[in-house]
């Protein structure tokens, strides 16, 4: 665990290219919901932190907001993603096995708006999240479980998954980052421990095979944790923690499925 937090930072950039490449999805009859501020949103896995900074920021430059402390619950958060159409920032706390939600324009020592945590959710070091606009869902990989599990985005509490990828058929090995593709509804998943990257459908559920799987010596993968998604070009973007690099692939769609 220790080589997948000294690549933190470079795992928190690949956050943020993933909400530009991707962006969110939503019903264009649905209410007006509060979206994000525009900016850069930085997990701090030191010390358990949230900051906050204009998109614009350059050098030695303070944080607009910085959320920490008691009240938010962080015992070892270090990873996060942002709901750009609700507004909310998405975070995974590694050691308590939890996923907390907070305000993008949460400041101070702030508690979160919900929290998923405990024995139901089957959540085991969870590794990486997205989150799903269009159907609001929260997906999280389990690097301790080997699996994928999929919540409502409003889920709180000790509340189970409503579909988790997981069994020998599935592939994942140490699963880490994960981005979901909404034009064919896939989950895309960097396994660190065997160096692979595995596609799923994004209603899959129980020990299923994954749909692609890009593996081997050609493709350079080595520790692959952080993942992104490039959509105007095709593209998966993965940083390597082993051997600090990055690859890009070709993100190829044989069949678009969708979910509706």
């Known amino acids: 665990m220790l080589a997948k937090r000294t690549f933190l930072s470079f795992l928190v950039v ?3 290219a993933l909400i530009s490449f991707t962006g969110c999805t939503s019903d264009n009859d649905a209410p007006p919901s509060p979206s994000a501020p525009a900016g850069i949103y930085v997990a701090n896995g030191g010390n358990s932190t949230i900051t906050a900074y204009d998109l614009s920021a350059s050098g030695d430059t303070a944080p607009v907001r910085t959320i920490g402390g008691a009240n938010t619950g962080f015992v070892d958060m270090w990873l996060l993603t942002v709901d750009q159409t609700n507004g909310e920032i998405i975070t995974l706390d590694y050691n308590a096995h939890s996923v907390s939600v907070f305000n993008t324009t949460d400041d101070g020592n702030v508690a ?6 405990g024995a ?7 590794g990486g999240v997205a989150v799903d606009t269009a159907n ?12 994928v599990a999929v ?10 998954p409503q579909r988790t990828i997981s069994g020998a058929s599935t592939g994942l090995d140490g699963p ?10 896939e989950i895309i998943v960097a396994n660190s421990n065997i160096d692979s990257i595995t596609v799923y459908n994004g209603t899959d559920d129980g020990n299923v095979a994954p749909k692609r799987t890009i593996s081997g010596a050609l493709t350079g993968l080595n520790g692959p944790w952080a993942i992104a998604l490039d959509t105007t070009n095709g593209e998966i973007i993965v940083a390597n923690n082993d051997n600090d690099s990055v690859t890009v692939y070709r993100a190829l769609q044989t069949t678009a499925t969708y979910r509706r």
């Open 14 to 16: 690949l956050t943020f």
């Open 112 to 117: 979160p708006q919900r929290t998923i945590a």
């Open 120 to 126: 139901s959710t089957g959540l085991n070091y969870p």
């Open 136 to 147: 609001n869902e929260i997906i999280v990989t389990n690097d301790g479980g080997d699996s």
């Open 151 to 160: 919540f409502n985005r409003t889920d709180d509490g000790n509340i189970a």
């Open 176 to 185: 880490g980052g994960v981005v979901l593709d909404t034009t064919y509804d």
